[in-house]
């Protein structure tokens, strides 16, 4: 049985519906990313789960107990925020200490969990420090240490790392992965950021209005992408609309608008379904000369607007089926009106 279950969650402010039906399941010691645009719900199912919202409809389950009215004191959840949230009067050591301060925790045991922490995440010199004389890497460490000292049910983490430099946030996330992992700890993440999410991730939620489109690996989620929405916002720019031909063992058949012949390896649990859309990277497409021919999955198209990426070179491409994006490489460019054949090739191909 799952340690976490939310089951079909409605939450409203006023008449606007923040989460609709939603339902999630989280098991012991997993780190479960929330992932999406702004405005998806994410942080809405973070501070549901925390207790400082209120669901609508459906019940929150947390270790076989029903969580869905229980105020946020009688929960140890551990919370790590966007702003770090440290008490600017205090020092590093009663910063760490607050939360057993308030639990009534016997002072030497204090002492003892305050500087055990603060040594894992390496800021045992500074426990004398004012929140003032840290690095903004150094306050999200404190963060981090006030909310594991408490030795926490359940960690929720709200974007903890936005407000960090690039560099930096590689850095805190794999820290945070280490702490996670080696506490054993179950967490939920919130993240805009797919590459920080899919980084630390057992599993990702993609959400989008208010629902997760799919809870899959990062892997999963990054190569067979089950919906339009979760394509398009891990980089499949492209979608061809397609209609079953004939069903194969080691694929299927499929008729563009053009009735083009398109060879698909992977169904992706579409194998059924007679009109999907096919997916593609703009990396994935291969660009031939004109006359370079393939008896599947070829389309004609004329260049349009390039763009120079560095690497490669990024096309604006008319088909007819489209404009499609193409990267092609840096050491050879195309011009404005040149005919190209693009090659899709059948196992890049997603049907979403």
């Known amino acids: 049985m799952a340690l976490l279950s939310l089951k079909d969650i409605s939450v409203a402010y006023g008449k606007n519906v923040v989460l609709k039906n939603l339902n999630l399941d989280v098991e012991k010691g997993e780190l479960v990313s929330l992932l999406g645009p702004s405005g998806c719900g994410k942080t809405t199912t973070l501070r549901l789960i925390g207790g400082f919202v209120e669901a609508k409809n459906g019940r929150f389950v947390f270790n076989g107990k029903d969580y869905t009215k229980i105020p946020v004191h009688k929960r140890n959840f551990g919370f790590v925020f966007q702003n770090y949230a440290l008490f600017p009067h205090l020092t590093v050591f009663d910063n760490v200490a607050f939360g057993l301060k308030q639990r009534?925790?016997?002072?030497?045991?204090?002492?003892?969990?305050?500087?055990?922490?603060?040594?894992?995440?390496?800021?045992?010199?500074?426990?004398?420090?004012?929140?003032?004389?840290?690095?903004?890497?150094?306050?999200?460490?404190?963060?981090?240490?006030?909310?594991?000292?408490?030795?926490?049910?359940?960690?929720?983490?709200?974007?903890?790392?936005?407000?960090?430099?690039?560099?930096?946030?590689?850095?805190?996330r794999l820290e945070i992965r280490k702490i996670q992992q080696e506490y054993n700890i179950t967490a939920i993440?919130?993240?805009?950021?797919?590459?920080?999410?899919?980084?630390?991730?057992?599993?990702?939620?993609?959400?989008?209005?208010?629902?997760?489109?799919?809870?899959?690996?990062?892997?999963?989620?990054?190569?067979?992408?089950?919906?339009?929405?979760?394509?398009?916002?891990?980089?499949?720019?492209?979608?061809?609309?397609?209609?079953?031909?004939?069903k194969k063992i080691d694929g299927g058949f499929y008729k563009l608008k053009n009735s083009q012949r398109f060879k698909v390896t992977h169904f992706n649990g579409r194998e059924d379904e007679r009109y999907v859309?096919?997916?593609?990277?703009?990396?994935?497409?291969?660009?031939?000369?004109?006359?370079?021919?393939?008896?599947?999955?070829?389309?004609?198209?004329?260049?349009?607007?390039?763009?120079?990426?560095?690497?490669?070179?990024?096309?604006?491409?008319?088909?007819?089926?489209?404009?499609?994006?193409?990267?092609?490489?840096?050491?050879?460019?195309?011009?404005?009106?040149?005919?190209?054949?693009?090659?899709?090739?059948?196992?890049?191909?997603?049907?979403?």
Do not use: W
């Open 277 to 352: 859309k096919g997916a593609i990277r703009p990396e994935e497409i291969d660009i031939l000369n004109e006359g370079g021919e393939k008896e599947t999955n070829t389309l004609k198209g004329i260049i349009g607007i390039s763009t120079f990426l560095g690497k490669h070179y990024q096309y604006v491409v008319e088909t007819e089926v489209g404009r499609l994006l193409v990267n092609g490489s840096a050491h050879k460019r195309y011009v404005k009106g040149e005919r190209v054949t693009l090659y899709f090739p059948e196992d890049k191909i997603v049907l979403v």
């Open 104 to 172: 009534n925790i016997p002072k030497n045991e204090i002492k003892k969990r305050v500087m055990e922490i603060l040594e894992t995440v390496g800021l045992k010199d500074y426990a004398d420090r004012s929140p003032r004389e840290l690095s903004g890497g150094q306050k999200q460490r404190v963060a981090l240490a006030r909310a594991l000292v408490i030795q926490p049910d359940l960690l929720l983490l709200d974007e903890p790392l936005s407000n960090l430099d690039a560099k930096l946030r590689v850095k805190m």
């Open 189 to 246: 993440y919130v993240t805009h950021d797919q590459e920080e999410c899919f980084s630390i991730s057992d599993r990702v939620a993609v959400m989008n209005n208010g629902v997760i489109e799919q809870l899959d690996t990062p892997q999963k989620i990054y190569n067979l992408p089950r919906t339009e929405f979760v394509a398009n916002f891990v980089g499949f720019e492209n979608f061809i609309e397609l209609e079953l031909e004939a």
